[in-house]
């Protein structure tokens, strides 16, 4: 079954999601967009994934493609789901990012799920290397 809200709001940007597999699944670009004020987002992944090899290692695995309806219509867009997300949000060196954001996002989701959204593919240890247990 396929649910779709097409907008949430983050800080007043528009983000594209959708339900994937029971859960909500984020566009990638407008996060970056929202966190980053990049005039090119696409830009921006690449030179993120080139900055943390890690991001570009793992990204197939949480990254997925999927059909988001938009104002041409319906789109295939590199989406994340809150995990991955997460990781996304590790990877980007704005003060926008930081823990105000990610940190009150992560424990409201926490607090909702019953669970923690941290992971081992997820998790980024302060030396910026992700943990592998």
């Known amino acids: 079954m396929r649910t779709e809200t097409p907008i949430a709001l983050f800080k007043g940007k528009k983000i594209r999601k959708t339900i994937h597999n029971n859960e909500w699944w984020f566009v990638i670009e407008d996060i970056v967009s929202a966190l980053t004020d990049s005039a090119d ?5 690449q030179r993120m994934k080139y900055r943390d090899p890690e991001i570009a290692e793992g990204y197939v695995q949480f990254v997925h493609t999927l059909e988001i309806d938009t104002q041409g219509g319906p789109q295939e867009l590199n989406c994340a789901n809150t995990e991955g997300i997460f990781r996304i949000i590790q ?18 989701l926490e607090n909702r799920l019953g669970r923690s959204v941290v992971s081992k593919k997820n998790f980024l240890k302060p030396s910026g290397k992700i943990t592998k247990k």
Do not use: E, T, V
């Open 91 to 108: 990877s980007i060196p704005s003060a926008k990012a930081g823990g105000d954001i990610a940190g009150g996002a992560r424990k409201q």
């Open 41 to 45: 987002p696409k830009q921006y992944i």
